[in-house]
Each structure stands twice: as structure tokens, then as C-alpha cells.
């Protein structure tokens, strides 16, 4: 069964930092670009940011360009967004997703997601 | 660069048809076959309900179809259910500065 996890999220004022990870289980992590998508309290998605299967293809939002960074552990089957100089309006739920393919075309597929985990960046 | 543009709600009676439109650009929607769209209920993660324009997952209903015309594509949810109200989202690759694109979502009644 597929599973995707995260934890790290919680309270941080504003200009902090946290790391959000997902852990993924039940499939071959590595043959899977991810993404990690949010969505801020009572809003609609918003797409974060990509990283292919290899790591070699990393694109961001233009709302969290040079702030945030996305990577991958393949030997842990983890997904990570470090989060730094957070600001209010980063506050929302935050996903990752499986893409269904590699392809980073395909990138707006998503099959399989996390339950969510929360982030509030509040003074 | 502009979200895709969906209606912000629509309603309909079980056992009816509906559309849900989402707009895009010849950027997006209108030059490449890779819009998905998904289902979330309050509280919780949303479904991929179809993918790359017309295809569904398994396990997702045949009352779900998708398709494409210029820059605009269409979710149909046939013989409606009270289940199906929800949230629905609208995504697509995009060729400009962001990767993917995600409509504003659009809130189904099912009265």
C-alpha cells in the first residue's frame, strides 16, 4: 500500500524556519518524481514545489523561490521542504505528492498523497 | 502568472449531469494534454480523480470523464451523487514561470 507521511510542521514566527518531511513507503521512491502542494486555511491548492525522480529537476513557485528548498533521500525514502525566512501568509497545510510519472510534464498528475500537516507562521 | 479559472460553485440534483469548466491558456490547458483534476472533501487530501485530460485512475467511477477543447477543459460527473459534493480542482503543466497550475477550485452542491 502506498503511503506518504509528513511531520514537521507546527508554529514558528515570522522570519523562521522549519523542515517539513514526508516519508514514503510502498512503492519504489526513487523511480517517482514528488511534489509538495499547500493550501493556506479556507483557500484553494497551490502548487509549492517539484523534484524529479533523479533530483536533477527542482522547480519552485515563484511565492517561495529562494526561500524554500526541496530534496530527496533515496536511501530513506524521504521527501524534505526546508522553509526558511517564513512568512504569514506561508501559514497552510502542507502536501506531498506523488506524480504519476517522471516526466515533468506529467507533473501536474498527482496519485497519491500525504494526510497533510499543518504550518502557522504567526507573531 | 494566472491561476486556471473555474467557476467558484455550481449545483445539481442526484441523477443529473454537470460540467465543471476550467480555463486556461494556449501556456497551459490549450497546448499540452496534462490537466488532472481532483476531488477533496473538507478536511481532507485531495483525490486524483482524472489525468492527463481524459484518463481515470483505478478505481475512480465511470461517472467521472474529462476533456479538452482550445484552451478550456471539462470535467463531467455524470448520474450524480449526494457523495459527490465536494471540492473540485482543476491542475496543468504550464510552460511559463510556474510549473503547475491549479484552478481556483470550484464547490459542487448535489441538492
Known amino acids: 500500500e502506498v503511503q506518504l507521511v509528513e511531520s514537521g510542521g507546527g508554529w514558528v514566527q515570522p522570519g523562521g524556519s522549519l523542515r517539513l518531511s514526508c516519508a514514503a513507503s510502498?512503492?519504489?521512491?526513487?523511480?517517482?518524481?514528488m511534489n509538495w502542494v499547500r493550501q493556506a486555511p479556507g483557500k484553494g491548492l497551490e502548487w509549492v514545489s517539484y523534484i524529479s525522480f533523479s533530483s536533477n529537476t527542482i522547480q519552485y513557485a515563484d511565492s517561495v523561490k529562494g526561500r524554500f528548498t526541496i530534496s530527496r533521500d533515496t536511501a530513506k525514502n524521504a521527501l524534505s521542504l526546508q522553509m526558511n525566512n517564513l512568512r504569514e501568509e506561508d501559514t497552510a497545510v502542507y502536501y506531498c505528492?506523488?506524480?504519476?510519472?517522471?516526466?515533468?510534464?506529467?507533473?501536474?498528475?498527482?496519485?497519491?498523497w500525504g494526510q497533510g500537516i499543518l504550518v502557522t507562521v504567526s507573531s | 502568472q494566472s491561476a486556471l479559472t473555474q467557476p467558484a460553485s455550481l449545483s445539481g440534483s442526484p441523477g443529473q449531469s454537470i460540467t465543471i469548466s476550467c480555463s486556461g491558456s494556449s501556456s497551459d490547458v490549450g497546448s499540452y494534454n496534462y490537466v488532472s483534476w481532483y476531488q477533496q472533501y473538507p478536511g481532507k487530501a485531495p483525490k486524483l480523480i482524472i489525468y492527463d485530460v481524459t484518463n481515470r485512475p483505478s478505481g475512480v467511477s465511470g461517472r467521472f470523464s474529462g476533456s479538452k477543447s482550445g484552451n478550456t477543459a471539462s470535467l463531467t460527473i455524470s448520474g450524480l451523487q449526494v457523495e459527490d459534493e465536494a471540492d473540485y480542482y482543476c491542475t496543468s503543466y504550464s510552460r511559463g514561470d510556474t510549473l503547475v497550475l491549479f484552478g481556483g477550485g470550484t464547490k459542487l452542491t448535489v441538492l
Open positions: 510502498g512503492f519504489t521512491f526513487s523511480d517517482y518524481s
Open positions: 505528492a506523488r506524480v504519476v510519472n517522471r516526466w515533468l510534464l506529467a507533473a501536474a498528475g498527482m496519485d497519491y
